[in-house]
């Protein structure tokens, strides 16, 4: 687990509330335990003068072992921690809480409630004001009126909603694919809850996030996702306009709805009075900067999310797979991501981002062979491990290697940054490899025809515009893959969107490269590489698009300013 190096930058308002042990007949009513420790930390991290440690980091301790508090208050930076058992029998709760300090071991308050489980809202509300006071946490008008909310009087639909945030809370949490499938569950959850009690803010506000997610990952009709996502915020909006949750929503919905960063981050700033706790607003505030190209405060919110959810593993991908890396800030990231690695040993998805850092700083493809044959990736998404052994391959340029490891999973599409790259595109990569030039085109041939069904739904859309363009160039057409890639970048400039901007950009040079525009290429590339978002010197040294350029001067000096220093 993560430590601190020293006590003394522990917070004295700090906190972190541990899961609940379930002591009910049913073990099945586990998530309903779940939810009533989250409803306490949920309340308690409404308290801007506290530090309240998110979710994702303190499941970490959910084990019927002996807990050492000391150990977790110094892994988690809090100097608090409250833990407590949940019993549900029929129609009554009986709750017991305890705030221990976590410096000295010393109990500073416990209780045993006893009540009906309509009182449910009303124990959790009590017992996060009485933490609060315990730890001299100043607490504002608007933010003890927020603990009074109870978030529904259906218990039906706070079931439901509690599921639903089981799936979302795995989902977010985690590095790699299968996302979209758990998010079409959660709509299901969420429906049927709101169907129970159309007030329930949470919920509603949970689903047009999901629907929001959906529309991003381009999943189905991306279409009807955003339309429901809207029909849900206007719901929300007409109940609660000022609630912290509101906010947050409004700015996901500018962000990923319209790429309209401006008020996306006004909605967040409201946001984060209301909700400082909560990392939501941190994780998108650092993307939405991230896209403009402010680096650095889209790494420092990252940090904080970090530090209010030292064991999210996600997060810890985001900064350092993508904004250390970036910023060629290899050592830091190699460092957190070991360190992460030694509490989170045999996660696919986090060694997968420690092999890309050897990968994208040295070239070196050491850790990425070892990753794809270890038991890390024996209990993987099988998908991830396609990915990883497909990528690796072909760096390799050992295409019977990546036609094996691609016709093991030919049933599904590999993810590429969110462009849709269809298998029939690796598949052709592979047989020209392997010289079958016939076998190549046929492939290519096949995946032109379903870019150009995706791009009839969707003709504005930059990134399949851009891999109709590689396609196009594969197959000679010269023209018209130049005047795709050159009219997907228009679409979706650097100005708009640093992150796609940048891919799209380099996509661009690897068209130039292909089509032998040799000096086109080699001006982006020398023009864009000093850039954040630069390529890196395992791209550019080991990636089969630079192919055409090695050998030339100016390329090989390109790559020698990115080599590793001695």
């Known amino acids: 687990m993560p430590t601190l190096n020293a006590a003394s930058s522990v917070p004295e308002k700090s906190i972190a509330v541990l899961p609940f042990e379930n002591l009910s007949a049913n073990q099945e009513t586990a998530f309903f335990t779940d939810g009533v420790q989250d409803e306490i930390l949920s309340d308690l991290a409404k308290v801007a003068d506290l ?6 980091s303190v499941m970490q301790y959910k084990t019927p072992r002996a807990r050492n508090l000391r150990e977790i208050g110094r892994q988690l930076g809090v100097a608090h921690v409250l833990e407590g058992s949940v019993q549900r029998v029929g129609n009554r709760i009986r709750l017991n809480a305890q705030l221990i300090d976590a410096r000295t071991d010393a109990h500073l308050w416990a209780q045993t409630y006893d009540r009906e489980l309509a009182d449910v809202f009303a124990i959790q509300s009590e017992i996060a004001k009485t933490i609060a006071d315990q730890l001299q946490a100043q607490i504002s008008p608007r933010e003890e009126a ?52 159309p007030d329930f803010l949470p919920a509603i506000c949970l689903l047009a996030q999901t629907h929001l997610y959906l529309y991003w990952m381009n999943v189905d009709q991306p279409a009807a996702h955003l339309e429901q996502a809207k029909k849900t915020l206007d719901a929300a909006v007409r109940l609660q306009p000022n609630a912290g949750e509101v906010h947050l929503m409004k700015g996901i919905l500018y962000y990923w709805g319209a790429r309209d960063y401006a008020p996306a981050l006004a909605e967040l700033a409201l946001a984060r009075r209301r909700l400082p706790n909560d990392i939501r607003v941190l994780f998108f505030t650092a993307m939405i900067e991230r896209r403009q190209g402010n680096w650095g405060e889209s790494t420092r919110h990252l940090e904080q999310a970090v530090a209010l959810d030292p064991c ?12 250390y890396f970036v910023l060629q800030r290899y050592a830091d990231a190699i460092k957190k991501v070991d360190s992460a690695l030694a509490w989170k040993p045999l996660d696919f998805g986090l060694e997968y981002v420690r092999a890309y850092l050897d990968f994208g700083s040295k070239a070196d493809l050491r850790r990425w062979t070892e990753l794809v044959a270890s038991k890390a990736a024996e209990n993987a998404d099988p998908k991830d491990v396609v990915v990883a052994r497909v990528d690796l391959a072909l760096k390799r340029r050992d295409y019977r290697a990546a036609g094996e490891a691609l016709a093991a999973h030919a049933a599904a599409e590999i993810d590429d940054n969110g462009f849709f790259t269809p298998n029939e595109w690796r598949q052709a990569i592979i047989a020209r490899g392997l010289g079958n030039n016939a076998r190549a085109n046929a492939a290519l041939i096949a995946a032109r025809k379903r870019v150009v069904a995706t791009l009839e739904k969707q003709p504005e859309d930059a990134k399949t515009l851009m891999v109709l363009g590689q396609v196009d160039a594969a197959l000679g057409r010269k023209e018209n893959a130049l005047r795709e890639a050159q009219r997907a970048v228009e679409l979706l400039p650097v100005a708009k ?9 380099f996509r661009l040079a690897g068209i130039y490269a292909q089509t032998k525009e040799t000096d086109r290429a080699l001006d982006l590339l020398e023009r864009e590489l ?6 890196s010197y395992g791209s550019l040294k080991l990636d089969e698009t630079w192919d055409p350029l090695r050998g030339h001067p100016r390329f090989e000096k390109l790559v020698a300013t990115l080599a590793p220093k001695a």
């Open 312 to 323: 999210n593993i996600a997060i810890i991908a985001e900064l350092c797979g993508a904004n």
């Open 530 to 535: 000093p850039q954040p978002y630069g390529l």
């Open 146 to 197: 927020a603990l009074d909310v109870q978030p529904t009087g259906d218990l039906t639909a706070y079931d439901l909603y509690l599921r639903a945030t089981q799936i979302e809370r795995s989902r977010a949490s985690s590095i790699g694919s299968g996302g979209a499938e758990e998010a079409k569950r959660e709509v299901g959850l969420l429906t049927e809850a709101i169907q129970h009690d």
């Open 497 to 505: 969107d640093s992150v796609n901007g940048y891919h799209l950009l």
């Open 51 to 56: 530090k309240v440690i998110s979710r994702t």
